[in-house]
């Protein structure tokens, strides 16, 4: 996965690199995310049979071929061209869903007609739907309602972004969205011909500056702050979640529970699941990690909805960490975006065959034939800097 990183970092422009790879302020969270992953170590069961492995499970009420799913992530399209329409086909023919960010440059519609027309024919086709709710309630709404008439399977809304992050990199590099020809952005691009050539060149030949096409056709180009209706809610409540359970017929979840007893409260709301994560550690740069708090979330939802985490998923091995303590799934992201801006669908389709296959390792590892073995006490955790004896 460090291989697809270094090559997406040098196939893309800084700005693009940056906003995908990088982390809030210090970027203390982001190396916190994965100081926590390999603090917790895992004790394999010797002489288990693992010549035959499964690596499905069910989430609900269908299979899915490894227990993931690709995160929500907006800036696919200036990874690669119409990238999101690339990572949904990837996801497909690897048998996990596909989540379809607000903030998409592929027209929901366009990625409904992939499904009829191309990923219906791989048994895993499956697409979510990730809600930033705006201050226009009225406008927030149908867009969920656009969302459910066109059958995406479940509603995924962000509720970890109160404000607007403090990412001082974007402030250097020029970085807006939705994207805009600005200086430094500029400068970037002609420093990247190939991409400039494969993808920019392709949306301005086709349909022109990348936008946020599943905002109101008006202000697909423009950015939210010249329309205050549709800039992401700083009053997001749980009055919003019942409005939006009301509205929603499929599998709603909130994204960014990081206490117990928020998921909590998400289960007395009639919520189908919850999604354990600090966004990356792209918000709060003090923010502790998803996998320090997962159990803790795990039983204040007592089994009553899914539980789901991100957040510092770099191998296949820390897929069997999150499930030991007790989560349903993982929701993939940077290596995803990584291998998408190195080679499109075949480099989306390449980070999921790297992490099914170490995955399936480190269940062969754990003395684990199925995703059932998965237990607690395949796991040891030790302070950082100590170390197992032997």
């Known amino acids: 996965?460090?291989?697809?990183?270094?090559?997406?970092?040098?196939?893309?422009?800084?700005?693009?690199?940056?906003?995908?790879?990088?982390?809030?302020?210090?970027?203390v969270a982001v190396a916190h995310n994965r100081?926590?992953?390999?603090?917790?170590?895992?004790?394999?069961?010797?002489?288990?049979?693992?010549?035959?492995?499964?690596?499905?499970?069910t989430l609900f009420g269908r299979r899915m071929a490894m227990p993931a799913a690709v995160a929500p992530m907006s800036p696919l399209g200036l990874a690669?061209?119409?990238?999101?329409?690339?990572?949904?086909?990837?996801?497909?023919?690897?048998?996990?869903?596909?989540?379809?960010?607000?903030?998409?440059?592929?027209?929901?519609?366009a990625i409904l007609a992939s499904a009829a027309e191309r990923?219906?024919?791989?048994?895993?086709?499956?697409?979510?739907?990730?809600?930033?709710?705006?201050?226009?309630r009225a406008a927030s709404d149908r867009l969920v309602s656009r969302a459910r008439d066109a059958g995406f399977e479940a509603l995924l809304v962000t509720v970890d972004t109160a404000v607007s992050p403090n990412r001082e990199y974007n402030q250097r590099n020029g970085f807006v969205m939705p994207f805009r020809f600005t200086p430094n952005v500029m400068l970037d691009m002609l420093r990247h011909p190939a991409w400039l050539a494969r993808v920019m060149g392709r949306y301005l030949t086709t349909t022109g500056l990348p936008r946020m096409e599943n905002y109101p056709t008006r202000h697909r180009a423009t950015r939210p702050s010249n329309d205050p209706?549709?800039?992401?809610?700083?009053?997001?409540?749980?009055?919003?979640?019942?409005?939006?359970?009301?509205?929603?017929?499929?599998?709603?979840?909130?994204?960014?529970?990081?206490?117990?007893?928020?998921?909590?409260?998400?289960?007395?709301h009639g919520l189908d699941g919850v999604v354990v994560s600090n966004h990356g550690g792209r918000n709060l740069d003090s923010a502790v990690a998803p996998i320090e708090?997962?159990?803790?979330?795990?039983?204040?939802?007592?089994?009553?909805?899914?539980?789901?985490?991100d957040s510092g998923v770099r191998r296949g091995?820390?897929?069997?960490?999150?499930?030991?303590?007790?989560?349903?799934a993982v929701l993939l992201g940077r290596p995803m975006a990584f291998g998408?801006?190195?080679?499109?669908?075949?480099?989306?389709?390449?980070?999921?065959?790297?992490?099914?296959?170490?995955?399936?390792?480190?269940?062969?590892?754990?003395?684990?034939?199925?995703v059932a073995d998965i237990t607690p006490d395949l796991l040891a955790a030790f302070p950082q800097g100590a170390a197992a004896g032997g």
């Open 1 to 27: 996965m460090a291989d697809l990183r270094e090559a997406a970092r040098r196939t893309l422009p800084r700005f693009i690199f940056e906003f995908i790879d990088r982390g809030a302020e210090d970027e």
């Open 35 to 57: 100081a926590a992953f390999e603090r917790i170590k895992i004790r394999g069961r010797s002489l288990v049979d693992i010549s035959q492995r499964d690596l499905s499970t």
């Open 80 to 109: 690669w061209y119409q990238g999101e329409l690339a990572m949904a086909r990837a996801a497909a023919a690897a048998g996990v869903p596909y989540t379809l960010p607000t903030m998409a440059m592929t027209p929901m519609d």
């Open 119 to 136: 990923i219906a024919g791989e048994s895993g086709a499956r697409l979510w739907f990730q809600l930033y709710t705006w201050e226009d």
């Open 229 to 268: 209706g549709l800039k992401s809610t700083n009053s997001l409540s749980w009055d919003d979640i019942r409005r939006l359970r009301d509205l929603w017929p499929g599998k709603l979840l909130i994204k960014g529970v990081m206490r117990g007893d928020d998921a909590a409260q998400a289960m007395e």
């Open 293 to 309: 708090v997962l159990a803790e979330v795990v039983a204040a939802v007592a089994g009553r909805g899914a539980v789901l985490m």
């Open 317 to 328: 091995s820390d897929i069997l960490k999150a499930l030991a303590l007790g989560a349903d």
């Open 340 to 370: 998408m801006a190195t080679a499109g669908q075949a480099g989306a389709a390449r980070a999921l065959a790297l992490l099914r296959e170490e995955f399936s390792i480190a269940m062969a590892y754990g003395g684990c034939r199925s």
